[in-house]
């Protein structure tokens, strides 16, 4: 009897955050091989299936790249905790050294994977005040942004072979699995959902659901490649923001946090508060350049959606097309 024929392979480099685990069941439903590879293998179920790796050493995790469909790169330290000196020092070796090890790993292959897709942060643009940041506006100043150029650089200028590479600028995903919605949620159920500082700050986001099928486009359509912000285009500030998830609760108007009180705040949440009180006005270019056209483009229904009403099914490859398919 013939053999079956294999199915396409897709590798996810630390994939078990929320964002990594609904791509695990994306991509298996997509009729890929997902291979996770974690620290972690007691959080990889199946269909997906787990790879033990540490991106400072080689070992058997590098085989898995070998003819692979796609690389997806998730890995770094999560930057939602206090800014120390270890953590930033943390934040930053994470994405380095992952980016890195990865690379040589590719370097290794005699058939190198077809496409490398790397998560990066809206977060190099800085506190952008009005300024919409599209793919061609000025790197930001600071931490975060300083730690996002690095990152980029890394990945952009180390050698390789040929093969294709996107890399996603993604903003504030929207999920009930993880991120900040859930915090964001309860503080506005429980009557505490109040603007951070002034208000004013921009929040660039996009539904967990619409960042699937980024991330599904980027693996199958050759026409992407470079960079692209992950984000709608209609970014809300953060007053707005809690002003959606007020009225959703049905809970009445509350007057701005000052920015003392959201670093108080931030503290005891192990969180650092430039989180909440920075922001930047994301704009994705080059997505609608290509034709993608997001299931939810607007704030109210994609919030309704995910806290209160059934949640769309996980993107097929039927939704990967350019705008024809919409």
Wanted: glycine letters at 8%; hydrophobic letters at 45%.
């Amino acid at each position: 009897m013939p053999l079956e024929p294999s199915l396409p392979k897709v590798v996810l480099a630390g994939g078990t955050g929320f964002l990594g685990r609904r791509l695990q069941r994306v991509f298996a439903a997509a009729g890929y091989d997902v291979v996770v590879l974690t620290r972690h293998p007691e959080q990889v179920s199946a269909p997906a299936r787990a790879v033990a790796w540490d991106p400072t050493t080689f070992g058997p995790w590098t085989r898995e790249l070998e003819g692979a469909a796609a690389l997806i790169n998730l890995a770094g330290k999560n930057v939602d905790c206090r800014y120390t000196a270890a953590n930033r020092r943390d934040i930053l070796k994470s994405r380095l050294n992952s980016v890195r090890a990865l690379a040589e790993a590719v370097r290794r292959c005699a058939q190198p994977p077809a496409t490398w897709v790397q998560a990066a942060s809206l977060a190099i643009y800085g506190d952008a005040g009005p300024l919409w940041c599209d793919e061609t506006a000025p790197l930001g100043q600071g931490f975060a942004p300083e730690v996002c150029a690095k990152w980029e650089n890394a990945f952009h200028k180390t050698p390789l072979p040929p093969l294709r590479k996107v890399l996603l600028r993604i903003g504030f995903v929207l999920s009930p699995e993880g991120g900040a919605l859930p915090v964001l949620a309860r503080l506005a159920k429980g009557f505490a959902g109040a603007p951070a500082g002034s208000g004013k700050q921009w929040v660039s986001w996009i539904h967990a659901h619409d960042m699937d099928r980024i991330f599904l486009r980027a693996v199958t359509d050759p026409a992407l490649e470079g960079t692209f912000n992950a984000c709608t285009a209609g970014p809300v500030t953060n007053a707005e923001l809690m002003a959606e998830l007020r009225t959703l609760y049905r809970r009445p108007w509350l007057p701005a946090m000052p920015p003392w009180l959201v670093q108080a705040a931030a503290w005891l949440l192990h969180s650092d508060a430039s989180l909440a009180l920075t922001g930047r006005r994301g704009l994705p270019g080059r997505l609608m350049e290509v034709g993608f056209r997001f299931d939810y483009p607007a704030l109210g229904p994609a919030l309704d959606e995910m806290l209160l009403g059934p949640r769309l099914p996980l993107a097929s490859p039927h939704l990967l097309a350019p705008a024809a398919a919409h």
